[in-house]
């Protein structure tokens, strides 16, 4: 059986006094699988997320990471397994201060990696999400096409153990979507588990890997979807 990287553990959660949004669910993510995450808009996809960049700690159930349960370790330890996690987050969370491909570099300037190096790999990463034309600019002049591939760049420039995408494709064309799920695909080769929240129909059939829908608080494990041509 392939390891375990990611566990949910009968986790339930309400919003301060709203309903329950997670009623006892439970999932493992396991090293270098690739699984979508399904439900209708306010389903509770993000949230789930959340959960697991730690962003977001449940009212009950546990999260364990890499083997941890980020529950009982120390606080300061978090941030280690935090370093693991790649998020592209719904609202992309760029830094608008900083020029994109500062933005994009950032991961590998914390890791410390020289600039020279990090400027390299981010400007061949943004070339190929078709954004070579804006290193320089600052992420409020871009579309918002242009922030999402921005905050993908990002999110896998450090080749995770884990990527994590909420709608990563939600503001880009039908080509683009396709050639990020591509992307997405190819760090999936090199060992990074994949889990990707849409409601993108088209992707679901053209990428046909597992997914985890959710309804009413709980989650069930979808059949593989039919390819489409
Ligand atoms: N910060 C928050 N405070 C209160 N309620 C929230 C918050 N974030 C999400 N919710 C509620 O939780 C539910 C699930 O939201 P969300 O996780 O964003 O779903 P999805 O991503 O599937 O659209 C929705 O009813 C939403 O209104
Ligand atoms: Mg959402």
């Keep these: 059986m392939s390891e375990v990287i990611g566990e949910l553990l009968g986790v339930g959660h309400q919003y301060d006094e709203g309903p329950e949004i997670f009623k006892g669910v439970s999932f493992c ?14 389903s509770g996809k993000s949230s789930l997320l959340k959960i697991l ?14 083997g941890k349960d980020t529950f009982q370790i120390k606080p300061t330890l978090l941030p280690l397994l935090r370093q693991k996690i ?18 994009v570099s950032l ?15 981010a400007g061949e ?17 871009l579309s918002g096409g242009q922030k999402q591939r921005a905050a993908i760049a990002r999110a896998v ?29 190819e760090l999936n080769k090199t060992g990074t588990a994949v889990l990707i929240t849409t409601h993108n ?10 997914q985890l829908a959710l309804k009413e608080g709980t989650v069930f494990q979808l059949p593989i979807e039919k390819k489409a041509s």
């Design 157 to 185: 420039i450090t080749r995770p153990q884990l990527l994590l995408a909420d709608e990563p494709t939600g503001n880009v064309d039908d080509e683009m979507a396709t050639k990020l799920l591509c992307l997405f695909e």
């Design 107 to 121: 991961p590998l300037r914390v890791r410390g990696i020289d600039i020279k190096q990090s400027y390299k790999h």
């Design 201 to 210: 129909q088209r992707i679901l059939k053209k990428f046909p890997y597992p």
């Design 125 to 141: 990463l943004l070339e190929w999400v078709g954004l070579g034309d804006c290193l320089k600019a600052y992420p409020p002049s």
């Design 29 to 42: 993510i396991e090293k270098g699988s690739f699984r979508f995450i399904t439900g209708l808009s306010g």
């Design 86 to 103: 790649g998020v592209v987050f719904q609202e992309f969370n760029l830094l608008d201060h900083l020029t994109v491909i500062d933005n």
């Design 53 to 66: 960049y730690l962003g977001l700690k449940p009212k009950w159930g546990s999260v364990k990471l890499f």
